[in-house]
């Protein structure tokens, strides 16, 4: 039903702006159509082709520069995924949400505390069985010099309880 060398025809349209020299704005749709999907067989333990897939998404991103020195950013996904007869691509992104605030002083130290939202997805082709999505709270400190960078970063930060790969076989 498929190759790993597949044909993909897309388009996306979109547009993009900066307003007061303090915000920049990007929106954007999208149309992917794949010859074949890669999948994962965890009966088999590997991957193999699939049929054809269709994915239909939006786009947008923003970020703001509140201060010279403090910088806030948003970035939104959503995507539809099918195959060509109509069932759904498990484990596919829906909604990717990521935001946060950055600073950044001129004489080299930096930071950044960020969001990330991973929605629910469909586990299984049929919708029955859902992998849950996931909000994580990620930071960063550092320091930059014309020789060096040094940082230091803290994934989940809240203690979050989350699962970043989900599997799901119906027999």
Same mark, same amino acid.
């Given at each position: 039903?498929g190759t790993?060398m ?5 388009g996306?349209v979109?547009? #993009?702006t900066?307003?007061?020299?303090? &915000?920049?704005?990007? *929106?954007s749709?999208f149309l992917?159509? !794949?010859?074949s999907?890669l999948?994962? &067989?965890?009966?088999g333990?590997? $991957?193999e082709?699939r049929g054809?897939t269709? #994915?239909v998404g939006?786009?947008a991103?923003?970020r703001?520069k509140l201060?010279?020195?403090? $910088?806030a /950013?948003?970035?939104f996904?959503?995507?539809d ?7 759904l691509?498990?484990?596919?992104? $829906?909604l &990717? ?5 950055s *600073?950044r002083?001129?004489r080299g130290?930096?930071?950044?505390i960020g969001?990330?939202h991973?929605? /629910? #997805?469909?586990?299984?082709?049929d919708g029955? !069985?859902t992998?849950q999505?996931?909000? #994580? &709270?990620d930071?960063a400190?550092g320091?930059?010099h014309k020789r060096f /960078? ?8 809240t203690? $979050?309880?989350w699962r970043?790969a989900?599997? *799901?076989?119906?027999k």
């Amino acid at each position: 039903p498929g190759t790993p060398m597949a044909r993909a025809l897309g388009g996306e349209v979109g547009a #993009r702006t900066r307003l007061f020299d303090r &915000v920049d704005l990007m *929106a954007s749709a999208f149309l992917l159509d !794949l010859q074949s999907e890669l999948v994962w &067989v965890g009966d088999g333990g590997g $991957t193999e082709a699939r049929g054809g897939t269709r #994915r239909v998404g939006v786009e947008a991103e923003a970020r703001v520069k509140l201060l010279s020195w403090l $910088t806030a /950013d948003l970035d939104f996904t959503w995507a539809d995924a099918k195959y060509t007869d109509g069932t759904l691509v498990a484990l596919a992104p $829906t909604l &990717v949400v990521q935001c946060g605030v950055s *600073a950044r002083h001129p004489r080299g130290p930096y930071g950044r505390i960020g969001v990330i939202h991973l929605g /629910d #997805r469909p586990a299984t082709e049929d919708g029955f !069985l859902t992998a849950q999505g996931f909000t #994580r &709270v990620d930071a960063a400190v550092g320091f930059k010099h014309k020789r060096f /960078d040094v940082a230091v970063g803290i994934q989940n930060l809240t203690n $979050t309880q989350w699962r970043e790969a989900q599997f *799901a076989n119906v027999k």
